[in-house]
């Protein structure tokens, strides 16, 4: 159940339209109809990966009834300060009334700068952090390929800028619409399905801990995690299960709706893990998501509970068994569960409480954030021991 | 658990961003420069209720630091063509930053209008129906005072022309932003509290039926009846009691996003009840629920399985509980039951069948709508008879 305990105000931001259905990509050019733009050029922002695969000519082609199309096809994961400004000097060049970004969480990202930067002057590192354009940027739709990220429903657009990550966040960088065609994940390999996957349950779940968590949050929050307990294996073993896939780009729709929440401690300790060792942000999100439940268990442990009830589908449940729940998931998805288990070493593990310490602090964790407890953490993390986690932090 | 079986595209829509807590309503500013309407004249569109109960002042107050504000606050319930014309009038007589709808269904309709009109020529009589407007209508914030009609989330707006009801419905209707204050809604007596509140339940209840529900409307919809089950009679008894007013401004606001799926054969009837006793749209319709139920529950009894689970709390119960618990509900609440206890006659039924029929289709309804089922569905609702209707339509 829903609380309604807090008297705090709460501010949650979505796109003002979401399509959902199999080949809904084929209807952006009704879904801008709706908003007026009926005419003109539009730009494609739009993932490399996807290109190549074909997935682009899903959107593009019937656009190309009622627009110019012009398509930006170079986004690569974790795009680069780089690759920002050449698509935005791209988006400069002609006047366009809208664009579509089709692809994961970068080309997504990318596709609000963007939208934003063709109608703005100035350079990319102008808008860094909390940022407000002058002119409101055009009208942008979000196809993602990828059930995961959920960016097609955020304010947020993350860049790499010498290698560290660097974010530009505006209420004015949702889309208008995110339109969600499981058609498009379908190709998705088991192993991106699992990490993009994780990385939706991680938003939902860290969300669901969060001192910022309402009422709204918290029902993007149940529903994220009740379907994905149910169908991310399915999706995982039989990608053609289009019930599946339907299922888990929803599910990452609304993880990124949770994300009005802010994450919490466990993605803090993903950056401290990515900074070291290379993989997909989903499954170190994941890797982190037991012991982040385990360090939150004696704050948050009613809420936790309706977790567990949610994802077990059963009431006498409680957030231990959520916490063991979702590291018998990545260990059924096949995923490193301890940091032994991904090459790091026992006398990394101070450097990364440090770190985690100082570079990522974490205020919307419900609770305090100290050098001993992150200590803690990461020794019962490098050993894959959630039980032992779940025991420590209880008399913590 | 919400249902992934259809291939069916559903598009839903919502406003931007969504504002929840105690004293929302003193953020009005904050919402609109969010969206770079920073200065300007703002037009509240008002509620007479709302402005003799001095509540208007805690939206205008705050805005006055930035804006110059104007008030129109002739609203009162089903608005009419006068009305909306020298409402259009008032808006166009000077240019305007943005629009703050203030009040309950009935302003915040009209307030959608405003912002409509008051950028684009022409009569509202050119408006009616599905509509495209030529301009974008101005930013419109809608900050309701009752907690019911969910008219804050959706793109319809109402209006009374010669007695009978009209609609202006388009995606550019639906407010920017809705702002859902429950200290507003303190002082709504018992009897309002009920009949919005039960509006609200009808509109998640029969959007879960409609053969339009999607993920998107029954995520909402399941957030909406489970919170209602919990708080309705706590706000009714106790109004002061905070947690049971925000608990039901969140539930209204969700249920107004139900109304992506439609309503069905519930709403019809409530019509038909309406234009022979007056009485609170919210309470019609409630009185048509649980016969709506009995009768689409040959159709969709999985799904009422699930509603009734939600409602009450157990997984071993079934749509006759749901509709059986609809009843009590009503009974509990104070309101009439029957079409008997409103002083109707038998001699009416045949008549209200044949409007139902005939004026009110409902395509969205997952069971036929014939003459003879609705024979049955009116005389069981003439001697308040549910489970007699559950039985008769079992075998119909």
Known sequence: MISFESANVGACLSPRQVLLGDGAAAQVSEVL?????????????????????????????????NFDVACFDEIVGEPTLATAESLANFARQKPYSAVVGVGGGSALDMSKLAAALAVNTGKVTDYLGMTRFKETPLP??????????????TAISMLSIEGKKAIVLSPQLVPLSAVLDPLLTVTLP????????????????????????????????IATISVIARWLKTAVEDGANLEARRAMIYAAYTGGLCLNAGVVLGHSVAYTISNRAHMPHGVSCAMAL????????????????????????????????LALWVGDLITALGMPRS?????????????????????????????????????????KMYNGDVQGCIEAFRSL
């Open 190 to 221: 088991p192993k991106v399905t699992a990490a993009t996957g994780l990385d939706a349950l991680s938003h939902a779940l860290e969300a669901f801990m969060s001192i910022k968590a309402n009422p709204y949050t918290d029902t993007q929050a």
């Open 140 to 153: 942008l739709v979000a196809v993602p390929t990828t059930a995961g990220t959920g960016s097609e429903a």
């Open 290 to 321: 037991p012991y982040t439940i385990a360090f939150n268990l004696p704050a948050v442990s009613d809420r936790l509970s309706i977790a567990a009830a949610h994802v077990l589908g059963r009431s006498d449940v409680t957030g231990e068994d």
């Open 33 to 65: 109809g709706n908003w007026q733009v009926t005419d003109g050029r539009v730009l494609i922002v739009a993932d490399k990966e996807v290109a190549r695969l074909g997935l682009i000519e899903k959107v593009r082609d019937p656009l190309k009834a």
């Open 339 to 379: 940091l032994q288990d991904i090459g790091l070493k026992e006398s990394d593990l101070d450097a990364m409480a440090e770190e985690c310490l100082n570079k990522y602090p974490r205020p919307t964790n419900p609770t305090p954030i100290t050098r001993e407890r992150l200590q803690v953490f990461y020794k």
